[in-house]
């Protein structure tokens, strides 16, 4: 049974506080997808420093987000949980993969693009190269399949440019891993503008849910969340974005599917709507959070699940950057 098993490679950066859109489009689904795959999550701090980040924050954020992987379910017995700077081959195999990638795809990916607009001031090599680090962490590990949402979409375009490439210019060293589309709330959108994404750094904090917002931020939140004149309760993306957002989000809370949601709120209103999602999120939200702060409190138990993690993510990792090594020839005694 075991070996049969497809292997599955995510990961999230330990940068600013997750939202809710990073829990319904990639943590949430770890869970699930913990059961039918071998898993391999990890943390990515390494990417992390692509931005400059405060060395102090970077270790907490780092701590917090493991313990909110594990509050939230994932099981670090049943999937490799580790931290990205702790398998040295990751920034092993990147330098290789960087000889088999062009300059020009690097400065054509959107995410570059919109990064250096942001942070105009530290157009870092580092930030040009953070799909080959990318690639590099999927192919250590012959993953089968990577979750993605739209954004992270063609950067595993440019993992399967480069694997094949690899493989073309001597033979098939890497699996080359095909994308997972989630079939709930692939995407949750800003609360005050349903035309973006919900996201960790955005400038209005009132349009994105933190994981780690208690109670009554949640409720005020999404009594403020921008909706339409119209009144109808109904799943539209174009003409109604901030309702069909609500509408998922609850949905994605509540178990329920979007269509019996539409249902339960026939003939009520919009406050009625916000209320249920409000409470829904605020439901799930406290437990998850009394859990994280319980294991913040455990550093043993914590630094046992980096360790750990590590270990069996190196073994693997391993393997394919000695398989690499010897096909581009380098000596080995
Ligand atoms: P940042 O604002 O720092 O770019 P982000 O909130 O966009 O961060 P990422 O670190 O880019 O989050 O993404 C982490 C994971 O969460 C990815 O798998 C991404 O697809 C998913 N994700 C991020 N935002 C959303 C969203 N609004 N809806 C669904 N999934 C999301
Ligand atoms: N770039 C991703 C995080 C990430 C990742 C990965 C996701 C780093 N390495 C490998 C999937 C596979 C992000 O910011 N969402």
């Not at 994932?74 to 330098?95: G, I, K, N, R």
């Not at 993969?97 to 157009?123: C, P, W």
């Not at 098939?172 to 079939?183: N, S």
């Not at 339960?264 to 406290?286: C, I, M, N, P, Q």
Request: net charge negative.
């Amino acid at each position: 049974m075991e070996e049969t098993r497809k292997v599955l490679y995510s990961a999230v950066q330990p940068t600013n506080s997750l939202t809710i859109g990073n829990y319904i489009g990639a943590i949430g689904n770890w869970v699930r997808q913990q059961t039918k795959y071998d898993c391999f999550y990890a943390i990515a701090d390494m990417h992390a420093i692509t931005v400059r980040q405060t060395p102090a924050e970077l270790r907490q954020k780092t701590r917090e987000l493991l313990a909110l992987y594990i509050a939230c379910g994932v099981d670090p017995e049943a999937c490799v949980l580790y931290l990205q700077s702790s398998v040295p081959a990751h920034a092993e195999l990147a330098w290789v993969l960087n000889t088999f990638t062009y300059v020009g795809e690097m400065e054509r990916m959107t995410q570059f693009k919109d990064k250096s607009q942001r942070h105009a001031e530290n157009i870092n090599m580092g930030l040009l190269d953070y799909p080959v680090l990318m690639a590099a962490d999927i192919l250590l590990y012959q993953a089968d399949v990577v979750p993605v949402g739209a954004d992270q979409k063609q950067h595993l375009e440019i993992t399967r440019d480069i694997a094949e490439r690899f493989n073309n210019i001597y033979s098939p060293t890497f699996k080359v891993p095909e994308p997972l589309f989630t079939e709930v709330g692939a995407k949750i959108y800003d609360l005050q503008d349903p035309a973006k994404k919900m996201s960790k750094s955005a400038e209005n904090p009132n349009g994105s849910v933190f994981m780690t917002d208690d109670g009554d931020a949640v409720m005020k939140k999404f009594k403020r969340a921008v909706t339409d004149s119209d009144g109808e309760v109904r799943y539209d993306e174009e003409k109604k974005p901030g309702v069909s957002n609500l509408l998922t989000i609850y949905s994605a809370f509540s178990g329920v599917t979007v269509d019996e949601a539409v249902k339960s709120f026939e003939g009520r209103g919009y406050a009625d709507l916000k209320e249920a999602t409000g409470e829904a999120v605020r439901e799930k939200l406290v437990p998850i959070q009394e859990e994280q702060r319980r294991l913040l409190a455990d550093k043993g138990y914590l630094d046992g699940v980096f360790r750990n993690g590590a270990e069996r993510a190196a073994r693997t990792a391993n393997k394919t950057l000695e398989k690499v090594y010897r096909k581009v020839g380098f000596y080995k005694v």
